[in-house]
């Protein structure tokens, strides 16, 4: 379905019992919200899950201004006001984990329990970005697809799961290149290191041993900058909700109904 906010369409799906508790997901950078289809069939059992694109990703407009982190994450609860949504659990991957720091820190109300995936609270430097955004405007995702699919997934992955591999090389050649580009600019001059010290919301830091984006070091500074989060290591490069599909969804899913 289509949600309009801040004058934006919005690509948003909702699967699952319809009186269940909702789980909020949110997509990584140049991917879309068929990132989490190696979890629907869990989480559906016993969650209403909400999916959603982020600005300029798969079905959802490409901004037609500069924003920062903080707008991605009153996106969000924007959407949940749409749908007339007043809580939700939230687990955001990457890019999605960035936004729900910010959405935490902002709107803490409004969520119960979050998990934080491979992501971190400040990735620089600005150069790094700043090539990215320059690289992809001058060639397109193609330009940036093979680098990008080589950090998110280890090459033993790589090798034994192809057709893994072919669904997420095409979820970020479908990336519009200059909604990648201004969520590049948004993570660039992101730095949520401090604030992120204020959440209160039960948390869950997943890590990837092997990931080079969004490295353990970042993974663990987040954890212990939120007070009492809790972190889980996957045998995994950036994108564990794929390479570690199974154990990626149990975790969440217990660590959802742990008693406080």
């Given at each position: 379905?289509?949600?309009?906010?801040?004058?934006?369409?919005?690509?948003?799906?909702?699967?699952?019992?319809?009186?269940?508790?909702?789980?909020?997901?949110?997509?990584?950078?140049?991917?879309?919200?068929a990132m989490w289809e190696p979890q629907m069939a869990?989480?559906?059992?016993?969650?209403?899950?909400?999916?959603?694109?982020?600005?300029?990703?798969?079905?959802?407009?490409?901004?037609?201004?500069?924003?920062?982190?903080?707008?991605?994450?009153?996106?969000?609860?924007?959407?949940?006001?749409?749908?007339?949504?007043?809580?939700?659990?939230?687990?955001?991957?990457?890019?999605?984990?960035?936004?729900?720091?910010?959405?935490?820190?902002?709107?803490?109300?409004?969520?119960?329990?979050?998990?934080?995936?491979?992501?971190?609270?400040?990735?620089?430097?600005?150069?790094?970005?700043?090539?990215?955004?320059?690289?992809?405007?001058?060639?397109?995702?193609?330009?940036?697809?093979?680098?990008?699919?080589?950090?998110?997934?280890?090459?033993?992955?790589?090798?034994?799961?192809?057709?893994?591999?072919?669904?997420?090389?095409?979820?970020?050649?479908?990336?519009?290149?200059?909604?990648?580009?201004?969520?590049?600019?948004?993570?660039?001059?992101?730095?949520?290191?401090?604030?992120?010290?204020?959440?209160?919301?039960?948390?869950?830091?997943?890590?990837?041993?092997?990931?080079?984006?969004?490295?353990?070091?970042?993974?663990?500074?987040?954890?212990?900058?939120?007070?009492?989060?809790?972190?889980?290591?996957?045998?995994?490069?950036?994108?564990?909700?794929?390479?570690?599909?199974?154990?990626?969804?149990?975790?969440?899913?217990?660590?959802?109904?742990?008693?406080?």
């Open positions: 379905m289509d949600v309009t906010i801040d004058g934006m369409r919005f690509n948003v799906r909702l699967d699952g019992p319809e009186t269940a508790p909702v789980l909020m997901l949110s997509n990584s950078l140049s991917s879309n919200l869990a989480f559906t059992q016993r969650y209403r899950v909400l999916r959603y694109d982020q600005r300029g990703h798969g079905g959802t407009q490409i901004s037609p201004r500069p924003f920062t982190m903080d707008r991605l994450a009153d996106d969000a609860v924007a959407i949940l006001d749409a749908l007339g949504i007043a809580r939700a659990h939230v687990c955001g991957l990457s890019m999605g984990g960035m936004t729900g720091m910010s959405l935490l820190r902002r709107h803490g109300k409004r969520v119960d329990r979050a998990v934080l995936a491979n992501t971190a609270a400040q990735m620089g430097p600005p150069d790094l970005w700043n090539q990215r955004i320059r690289t992809v405007r001058a060639g397109g995702m193609e330009a940036v697809v093979d680098a990008t699919v080589e950090r998110w997934l280890t090459a033993g992955f790589r090798e034994r799961a192809p057709e893994a591999v072919a669904a997420i090389r095409g979820m970020i050649l479908g990336t519009p290149q200059e909604g990648y580009a201004m969520c590049c600019a948004a993570i660039r001059d992101m730095d949520q290191r401090e604030a992120i010290r204020t959440i209160e919301n039960p948390v869950l830091v997943v890590i990837g041993a092997h990931d080079p984006a969004t490295t353990p070091q970042a993974g663990a500074i987040v954890e212990a900058a939120i007070p009492g989060a809790k972190a889980l290591t996957l045998d995994a490069a950036h994108l564990s909700n794929f390479e570690e599909a199974e154990a990626f969804s149990t975790a969440v899913m217990e660590f959802l109904v742990e008693m406080p």
